[in-house]
């Protein structure tokens, strides 16, 4: 792929645009898990503008294989697993979902430096930190917008 | 990027701190056990929160977040193997444990990191 293409402002063409709420109802209900689910969706467009490998997929697979194994425990898990091993299985659990948000804001705020050094897009900082991956991708469908009645 | 080698620095230095100070603290006679906890917990997330933030300045808060997870971490552990104390059997002690070193830790960072800005601003 060649980074011409990305200087003439037209690379958010590879960024899937994705309605808001359907976003909102699938983290809902898998619980927050849906998020590795999305940094994978677009992973060859970040790994295509982002020049320094900040965002690190290796990891982030192994969170999404891990937090939906705890999904998958908080569902059926009480039906096998005794009183004590649940309580166990949960403390695990909150350790996880702390490095978990670790890395979400790690990646977010990089992902924005990047965004906003390839785009003329302005993210808010306290926005970002509030609704995290649904803000870029609402600035990203904006992007889509602008950039098709142009 | 993230300096993986000043992370873990900081960490040891903050655990050092609080052996030593810890250590000298225990020869004044002091009444109640919360107010020695409370010494304690500021001291040690305190200063993880302030030698992340200081050590690496292009991630502060990550480092800093990370790193009172870490010492957490390490307690836990320290009184799951070592003390035999059932720790991992209650999940909103953890929760609560886990949130105040976070906070703690995170205000130090904030401090540091408005300091040196601070500073910064007067040298240009």
Known sequence: MNKSFINENQFSVDFKKLNLLVMFVLSFITMGAYIGIWFFRNRDSIQYFAYKPTIHFGLWRWFTVISFFFLFIHFFGGLAISDYGMANLESYEILFNFCFIGLLYYSIFRLRESLEEETDLVLNKYLLFFFHVFYIQFKLNQLHSTSKQS | ?124
């Open chain 2, 1 to 124: 990027m993230f300096n993986t080698m000043k992370f873990f620095q900081a960490i040891g230095v903050s655990i050092l701190l609080t052996i030593v100070i810890s250590f000298l603290l225990s020869f004044i006679p002091m009444e109640s056990y919360g107010l020695f906890l409370l010494i304690q917990t500021i001291l040690t997330y305190g200063s993880v929160g302030l030698f992340a933030a200081k050590w690496n300045p292009e991630t502060p808060y990550t480092a800093a977040y990370l790193g009172a997870i870490m010492i957490a971490f390490i307690s836990f552990l320290l009184s799951h193997f070592v003390f035999n104390i059932l720790v991992f059997a209650d999940p909103e002690g953890i929760a609560r444990s886990l949130s105040y070193a976070v906070i703690v830790s995170l205000l130090f960072a904030c401090g540091t990191d408005l300091f040196r800005k601070k500073r910064e601003g007067a040298l240009q």
